[in-house]
């Protein structure tokens, strides 16, 4: 049994990674804010990220947990099968640091960093963790391709600059020897998903 995890920000490719991973491996891909079980509440929640970082964090932290759940579940009926999260904990408090220091002045960054620490490498136990990143051309070049206008605004732009901070300091939260980190920009979908499974064999 085998679990990945990709995590990083909008625009640097998760999804398609994810694709084929699971074209390579005939694996499943489960997302950190499974439709059938949230989606209806996603949208009011992340609309009001701003007046609501609380409740924005334990939808988060709950559709996260949920996927793990899912994810082990399936390995359990499939030990010789292989899950593919696309986003996990790890992003779940990147994005509650990012949020923290836009809208709340950073108040309870200690906080929620120590939480973040005693419980990612305690609860994840994924087998490898890539962090993809992308130049920030590139990113906006993606997002506007997809017509994510929202994305492109000031405010998101501020925000995506937080997040990249935020991965950087929570990733020593992980197991050091399950990480690895990658730029989109400097290679193909397809060498990234190659770059994974093979720091996966190495393990």
């Not at 996260?64 to 499939?78: E, F, R």
């Not at 590139?138 to 994510?148: E, F, Q, V």
Request: charged share 25%; aromatic share 8%; glycine share 4%.
């Amino acid at each position: 049994m085998v679990c990945i995890a990709l995590d990083g920000i909008d625009g640097a490719g998760k999804t398609t990674v994810a694709e084929i991973l699971k074209e390579k491996t005939n694996g499943i891909i489960i997302k950190d804010s499974p439709p059938e079980f949230f989606g209806i509440i996603r949208h009011t929640v992340e609309s009001n990220a701003e007046k609501h970082i609380g409740t924005y964090f334990v939808y988060h932290l709950a559709a996260a947990t949920y996927a793990y759940i899912k994810a082990k579940l399936y390995l359990w009926k499939n030990p010789e099968g292989t899950v593919i999260l696309d986003r996990s904990l790890l992003s779940v408090f990147a994005v509650q640091l990012a949020l923290d220091d836009l809208f709340n002045k950073g108040a309870t960054h200690a906080f929620i960093k120590n939480i973040a620490f005693e419980i990612i490498g305690k609860l994840s136990k994924v087998d490898i963790a890539a962090f993809l990143d992308v130049e920030e051309k590139d990113r906006l070049l993606r997002l506007s391709k997809r017509g994510d206008t929202e994305a492109l605004s000031d405010k998101y732009l501020q925000f995506s600059a937080l997040l990249r901070r935020s991965f950087e300091e929570l990733i020593p939260a992980e197991d050091p020897t399950k990480v690895i980190k990658i730029n989109t920009s400097q290679h193909t979908q397809e060498e990234i998903a190659d770059m994974i499974l093979s720091a996966l064999r190495k393990k």
